[in-house]
């Protein structure tokens, strides 16, 4: 999950669209104890907004489809580069080992972290006692095996790419088909791409799946190891889209047009889901279907419109190449995959002081964001565990001047091809 390489150039957008996509994730868990409403997460600060709410809404409705669909373009380019074998040892890798080890090394201080929000809401938090509590849960295996954390993305990510690969493989052996299937797909991501009618369509079909969600919007499926349905098929159908959008490298430049129309239908889509977000727990009321319907389809449209509007941004800012964008796009991996519980316990530690939310979220963003970097440079980036996460191991960059070869190696391009 590194480096991007177009012919004998670099993506150097999309290394900025992953940074972008997991650093906001950051962002959306560290604004969740903001929201004004009691949502069942570790605690609820006394300095909320509905401005938090209306962010956790956009949010959350295209940064997983984004990451979904930046993931699906460069699984085909590393199939592509590396071939099926190499590919689905390095997915393995990279994916079900974090996925294994950060649930047990990452599940106990959530725990925790939940523990002492309970307690502090109660006016009261007792440090050590939840954290032993929290690593106790371990004793409990098999119960809750796998699942509780926000590494089930993981889990999704690992499930579509091998369903994708196996069904690859079996129209490879019947060659007629298998080209008549890429021909057609091939036709068809050229029409979604170009025509003005495919985010409509491509937003109807979302919406039908969205229709069957526990709640209005994306549910998080961190419950249970049995993949649900509707998420897999809107989460599974970004990596095919993304898939598909490396088989002709130059659709997601016209995927990604920054357009007037795409902006005005944004803009329109965030209102439609804004205003009508507020009568999901009116079930009584005689329009009921017809105003989640009316919700569904806005929030397809705000899903894809946000997806094609980020390509289009970074695309056109971060074309070249940049030392500190590489850098946090080497790092977003480990960052995600280890800010949760940090936020979690900042959350607690900020959560009865008396100052206004927007300075509470930028202090836990921020001091989160710092921690997980300074944890990635001293602890991982040159370890093994940069090794696994990213296919090599990198020169730190907090070393001493006498070290240059560390300082050049941040400063210039790599060019090898991306994984």
């Known amino acids: 999950?590194?480096?991007?390489?177009?012919s004998a150039n670099r993506y150097h957008y999309v290394d900025a669209l992953r940074a972008?996509?997991?650093?906001?994730?950051?962002?959306?868990?560290?604004?969740?104890?903001?929201?004004?409403?009691?949502?069942?997460?570790?605690?609820?600060?006394?300095?909320?907004s509905a401005v938090v709410s209306a962010f956790t809404l956009v949010s959350h409705s295209f940064r997983m489809a984004l990451f979904f669909l930046i993931a699906g373009f460069l699984s085909h380019l590393t199939l592509h580069s590396k071939g099926v074998v190499e590919f689905v040892r390095s997915r393995l890798l990279r994916i079900a080992v974090p996925f294994v080890v950060g649930w047990f090394v990452l599940r106990p201080l959530l725990v925790s972290g939940w523990l002492m929000g309970a307690e502090s809401m109660r006016g009261e938090t007792h440090v050590w006692p939840a954290?032993?509590?929290?690593?106790?849960?371990?004793?409990?295996?098999?119960?809750?095996?796998?699942?509780?954390?926000?590494?089930?993305?993981?889990?999704?990510?690992?499930?579509?790419?091998?369903?994708?690969?196996?069904?690859?493989?079996?129209l490879s052996f019947m060659p007629h088909?298998?080209?008549?299937?890429?021909?057609?797909?091939?036709?068809?991501?050229?029409?979604l791409c170009r025509s003005c009618l495919a985010t409509p369509l491509l937003a109807c079909c979302t919406a039908s799946c969205l229709w069957f969600m526990a709640h209005w919007g994306m549910d998080t499926p961190d419950r249970s190891l049995l993949p649900h349905l509707p998420v897999s098929l809107i989460y599974g159908g970004f990596f095919i889209f993304g898939w598909l959008l490396h088989r002709q490298p130059t659709l997601i430049a016209e995927f990604g047009q920054l357009t007037w129309r795409k902006l005005l239908l944004v803009c329109c889509a965030i209102i439609v889901c804004c205003y009508f977000s507020q009568f999901e727990q009116q079930v009584g009321d005689t329009s009921y279907e017809w105003l989640k319907l009316t919700f569904v389809i806005g929030y397809g449209v705000m899903m894809w419109s946000l997806v094609?509007?980020?390509?289009?941004?970074?695309?056109?800012?971060?074309?070249?190449?940049?030392?500190?964008?590489?850098?946090?796009?080497?790092?977003?991996?480990?960052?995600?995959?280890?800010?949760?519980?940090v936020v979690v316990w900042l959350q607690v530690a900020v959560a009865d002081l008396a100052l206004h939310w927007s300075i509470k979220l930028l202090l836990v963003s921020a001091t989160t964001v710092t921690i997980c970097l300074l944890l990635y440079d001293l602890a991982v980036r040159s370890t093994a565990i940069g090794q696994l996460l990213n296919g090599r191991r990198q020169a730190r960059v907090l070393t001493w001047p006498k070290h240059p070869t560390?300082?050049?190696a941040f400063a210039q391009p790599q060019r090898k091809p991306n994984e």
């Open 1 to 6: 999950m590194t480096q991007l390489v177009q």
């Open 20 to 48: 972008f996509a997991l650093l906001l994730g950051v962002v959306f868990h560290a604004s969740l104890s903001f929201v004004p409403v009691f949502i069942g997460w570790a605690v609820m600060d006394v300095s909320t």
């Open 131 to 170: 954290i032993a509590n929290g690593f106790s849960t371990l004793l409990a295996f098999p119960n809750s095996f796998l699942v509780g954390s926000h590494l089930w993305f993981l889990y999704y990510l690992l499930i579509v790419t091998v369903l994708l690969v196996a069904v690859r493989q079996l």
């Open 177 to 191: 088909y298998y080209q008549r299937s890429v021909s057609a797909a091939d036709l068809t991501m050229r029409w």
């Open 308 to 341: 094609a509007l980020s390509i289009a941004i970074f695309k056109r800012c971060c074309q070249r190449p940049n030392a500190i964008v590489r850098y946090l796009a080497d790092a977003s991996y480990w960052l995600y995959l280890s800010h949760l519980p």
């Open 406 to 408: 560390a300082v050049q």
